[in-house]
C-alpha cells in the first residue's frame, strides 16, 4: 500500500502515483499524552484518500487517549458533519483501514479480536428478536450458557430502565427509537468491553428523550469506567458528557484541539447553567466555527489557484535568482536577425 508521501511502506518510491498531503497543520506536540498514564488508544499520523491522493478526507490525523488504569475517560469527538469522524470510529473499531498511519489499543496495534463495543446512530438491532435476546446475544455468541446470558442480559436491560419491555421485538413497532438505543447499548455493555465507541447514538431522538439518554450514559459510565468515544455535532452534548473533548476540522479531517471539562459527575440539568457549562459550550461553538470558516477560505483559495505549473496567458510573472546563479551570456548568437 503506498504511503501518502508516495513512498511505499519500505521506504522506496513506490510505482502507485500519489500526490503527497499538504503539510500537516496540525501541531501535534499539543496532543502529546501523559508518560504516567497507560494509552488505550492511540492514532498516529492517520491519512486516508479515496481517490488515489488527489484529496485527503483524513490528514494526519493524531490523537491520544490516556487514562488511569481502571478508570477509563470519556472523550467526545466533536466536529461538523462530513469531518471524518464515523470514519475514524471505525478504524479504532477494526471495520475500516486508513490509507496509511498506526491504530494501537492498549499499546498493540489492533486486531480483529480487540474487545470494542460499538452503537451507531442508526438502529441496529435485530428487530425480529426480543430486546431481551438482543442483549444476550454476545454473550450467546461466546458460549456462555443460555440461562446465565439470559439472566445477565436482564441484568443489563434493569440498568438501561427497560426490564419491563424486555420480552418486546427490538424493532419500531413494539420499541420507541430511545428505547431501540437502551437495547443497542445495553448490547454493547453485556461483555464488558474496554473500550465503547458511540457513533452520534442520539441523533434520531427527539430533545426530551435525547436529554435522558445522556443522563443514563453519563451514570452508566461512572458505574462501568470503560473508555468511550462519542462522537458528536452538538457542543453541549459534547460538554455535558465529556471529560475530554476533542475537536475535528474539516477538509481534511484533523484533530484541531482538546478541551478537558472540569465538571463533576453525576451531571444533570443543573449541569448546564453552570456558567463554566456555558463558557465552554461557547469556546468550543466558536474554534468550530473557525475551523469551518478556515476550510471555507482554503476551498475557495483552491478553486481560484490554477492547477501547479500551469501559468495563465496575459499574466505578469515574478521570477527571482540568487545573483551568484546568474551568468552573462552573449546574445549575438541566439538573437535574430532585425
Ligand atoms: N467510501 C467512500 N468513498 C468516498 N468518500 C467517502 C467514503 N466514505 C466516506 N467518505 C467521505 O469521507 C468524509 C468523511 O465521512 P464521515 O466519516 O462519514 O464523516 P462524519 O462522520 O464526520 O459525518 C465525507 O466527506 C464522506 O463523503
Ligand atoms: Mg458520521
Not at 508516495?6 to 521506504?11: I, L, P, S
Not at 467526545?76 to 478504524?91: A, N, P, V
Amino acid at each position: 500500500m503506498a504511503e501518502p508521501n508516495g513512498r511505499d511502506k519500505n521506504g522506496a518510491n513506490g510505482s502507485t502515483q500519489v500526490i503527497a498531503p499538504r503539510a500537516a497543520r496540525t501541531d501535534i506536540a499539543h496532543f502529546v499524552d501523559n508518560p504516567d498514564l497507560p494509552n488505550i488508544i492511540e492514532l498516529k499520523h492517520v491519512h486516508k484518500t479515496y481517490d488515489g491522493g488527489k484529496t485527503w478526507t483524513i490528514q494526519d490525523l493524531n490523537l491520544v487517549v490516556d487514562a488511569p488504569p481502571e478508570n477509563g475517560r470519556f472523550i467526545c469527538i466533536l466536529g461538523k458533519s462530513g469531518c471524518g469522524k464515523s470514519t475514524m470510529l471505525r478504524y479504532i473499531a477494526h471495520l475500516d483501514s486508513p490509507t496509511s498511519g498506526e491504530i494501537l489499543i492498549n499499546g498493540k496495534p489492533r486486531g480483529p479480536h480487540t474487545r470494542v463495543g460499538m452503537v451507531f446512530q442508526r438502529y441496529s438491532n435485530f428487530h425480529w428478536y426480543s430486546a431481551v435476546k438482543n442483549v444476550a446475544l454476545p454473550l450467546l455468541y461466546q458460549g456462555v450458557p443460555k440461562n446465565e446470558a439470559y439472566d445477565r442480559a436482564m441484568a443489563m436491560l434493569e440498568a438501561v430502565g427497560l426490564a419491563e419491555h424486555a420480552h418486546k421485538y427490538a424493532g419500531d413497532f413494539e420499541l420507541s427509537g430511545g428505547q431501540q438505543q437502551r437495547v443497542a447499548i445495553a448490547r454493547s455493555l453485556i461483555s464488558n468491553p474496554k473500550i465503547l465507541l458511540l457513533d452520534e447514538p442520539f441523533g434520531a431522538l427527539d430533545g426530551v428523550t435525547r436529554h435522558d439518554m445522556r443522563i443514563l450514559l453519563a451514570k452508566l459510565w461512572e458505574t462501568m469506567r470503560c473508555t468511550i468515544v462519542f462522537v458528536t455535532h452538538e457542543e453541549k452534548e459534547a460538554v455535558f458528557l465529556g471529560d475530554e473533548v476533542w475537536v475535528m476540522a474539516p477538509r481534511p479531517g484533523r484533530i484541531v484541539g482538546r478541551h478537558l471539562i472540569c465538571l463533576r459527575y453525576p451531571r444533570d440539568f443543573e449541569t448546564m447553567k453552570k456558567p463554566y457549562f456555558m463558557d465552554k459550550v461557547a469556546e468550543l461553538q466558536q474554534q468550530l466555527l473557525d475551523t469551518v470558516q478556515q476550510a471555507a477560505r482554503e476551498a475557495a483559495e483552491e478553486q481560484k489557484q490554477p492547477a501547479s505549473g500551469v501559468v495563465p496567458q496575459n499574466e505578469p510573472v515574478a521570477m527571482e535568482a540568487a545573483p551568484e546563479s546568474a551568468a552573462v551570456v552573449s546574445e549575438t548568437a541566439s538573437t535574430p536577425p532585425t
